[in-house]
Nanobody
Framework: VQLVESGGGSVQAGGSLRLSCGASGITVSNCCMGWFRQAPGKEREGVATIVSDGSTNYADSVKGRFTISKDNAKNTLYLQMNSLKPEDTAMYYC?????????????????????????WGQGTQVTVS
């Protein structure tokens, strides 16, 4: 299994970025997936999660600004980030669990948490100034 994030970069406050997480070895349509972030000196925190039926869950800090989605045909997870703020600066990671069937509700508990995501990408840096 491999998860590869892309789309990070530097942007001014108020700008937008779309992160992508290409998956191989798993089928995203069947997975619980999520985006997490870690800023320097801080613990990793959940940003958003999505389960197989498309239900989503967001951290309060990003509600109304970020949107998590999946493209099953491309086997890719996305995070559309709008109205970016300096406090969104962090390394962003995608995560997946292809064996969450029957426990999707655990991935929809607020705030988004790591539950038992077993696969993680290497991260993509987002810097907002």
């Amino acid at each position: 299994v491999q998860l590869v994030e892309s789309g990070g970069g530097s942007v001014q406050a108020g700008g937008s970025l779309r992160l992508s997480c290409g998956a191989s070895g798993i089928t995203v349509s069947n997975c619980c997936m999520g985006w997490f972030r870690q800023a320097p000196g801080k613990e990793r925190e959940g940003v958003a999660t999505i389960v197989s039926d498309g239900s989503t869950n967001y951290a309060d800090s990003v509600k109304g600004r970020f949107t998590i989605s999946k493209d099953n045909a491309k086997n890719t997870l996305y995070l559309q980030m709008n109205s970016l703020k300096p406090e969104d600066t962090a390394m962003y990671y995608c995560a997946a669990n292809p064996r969450c069937g029957g426990r999707e509700h655990m991935y929809l508990i607020e705030p988004p948490n790591e539950v038992d995501f077993g696969y993680w990408g290497q991260g993509t840096q987002v810097t907002v100034s």
